[in-house]
């Protein structure tokens, strides 16, 4: 049996088309799903759904990331395969078209777990990753509203906007991060997930997609890959913790919202998680309003999606 499920980011979403980001989590499921389908494995199929958010313009992954203080797009992301624990991550990447494909090439290609910045960056041209400008118009308007409110406030008034703006948000109109994890016929599971991170952040703040067991993970017991402010989840190793819980026993379902509420009281709530188990089993919470999802498995061809959980 396959099952797939992605999300397209925990947030508020109050600012964007319900339909818009439904279709868009529906149709990386969708893309997932068929790979499945024809007994691809899984982590073709998380490659697949993570690269069709990451070219939508409306998820905040790739092409239509936030940007960071200094108007630049600088993107994570991070794959992992479960049998192995294989797994390729690139953090503070600029200016590729997919992150997640050349996390891939650092997974396949290199001994190394993680690259960042500009090695990252001569690393993707090196295999073969063409120059693309991942900036799109809306983000760089958003960019420049926010950076001017801070511009205009002055002294200490600033500092605190800044502090403010650093530890809590904003990420009030800012679509997230995107993910995937995907069970194959083989019994394989998979995680992949990719970031701009959160809007304004400072350049060279790298968040969780790219640092495995924080925001991404797979075992041959489970895969996970969550959103929300990756700082939290690089405090509480969440996908890691949860892949433990699922290899104590305990069904996705059952280990999302445990550990969801573990992370409520100890770290805070600006967090949702997708987790597949090796049964097939799945698990979606999030503690932020919404979070649009969509998941497909064999026996039933329609992709179920959701705005929550
Ligand atoms: N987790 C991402 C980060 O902190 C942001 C998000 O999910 O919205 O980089």
Same mark, same amino acid.
């Given at each position: 049996m396959y099952a797939i499920a992605v999300h397209?980011?925990?947030?508020?979403?109050?600012?964007?088309p319900r339909q818009s980001a439904l279709l868009g989590v529906e149709r990386a499921a969708e893309a997932g799903r068929r790979i499945l389908e024809q007994d691809g494995s899984a982590v073709d199929a998380v490659t697949e759904a993570v690269r069709i958010f990451e070219d939508d313009?409306?998820?905040?992954?790739?092409?239509?990331s936030v940007l960071n203080l200094d108007g630049d797009a600088e993107m994570d992301a991070g794959i992992m395969v479960g049998r192995g624990l294989r797994t390729g991550n690139v953090a503070a $990447?600029?200016?590729?078209?997919?992150p997640i494909l050349v996390a891939r090439k650092v997974m396949e290609?290199?001994?190394?777990v993680l690259l960042g910045g500009n090695g990252a960056l001569r690393f993707a041209r090196a295999v073969g990753f063409a120059d693309h400008d991942p900036v799109t118009t809306q983000r760089r308007e958003s960019w420049r509203r926010r950076r001017d409110d801070l511009e205009a406030k002055q002294g200490d008034d600033r500092l605190a906007a800044l502090h403010a703006m650093l530890s809590?948000?904003?990420?009030?109109?800012d679509m997230g991060t995107v993910g995937a994890v995907a069970l194959d016929r083989q019994g394989d599971l998979a995680a992949g997930t990719s970031t701009g991170g959160?809007? $304004?952040?400072?350049?060279g703040r790298i968040g969780d997609s790219a640092f495995p067991g924080a925001g991404n993970y797979a075992t041959t017991h489970a895969a996970v890959s969550a959103t929300g402010r990756g700082e939290l989840m690089m405090r509480f190793l969440t996908a890691k913790v949860i892949c433990e819980d699922i290899w104590n026993g305990h069904p996705a379902h059952t280990a999302v919202e445990r550990v969801l509420r573990e992370m409520r009281k100890s770290v805070g709530e600006d967090v949702g998680v997708i987790a597949l188990d090796s049964e097939g089993d799945l698990g979606i919470h999030h503690l932020t309003p919404a979070m649009p999802h969509a998941w497909g498995r064999e026996g039933s061809p329609a992709i179920e999606v959701r705005m929550s959980a």
């Open positions: 397209g980011g925990a947030g508020n979403w109050s600012h964007t313009p409306l998820f905040n992954a790739g092409t239509g $990447l600029r200016r590729v078209r997919n290609m290199t001994d190394h809590t948000g904003p990420r009030d109109d959160v809007t $304004l952040k400072l350049p």
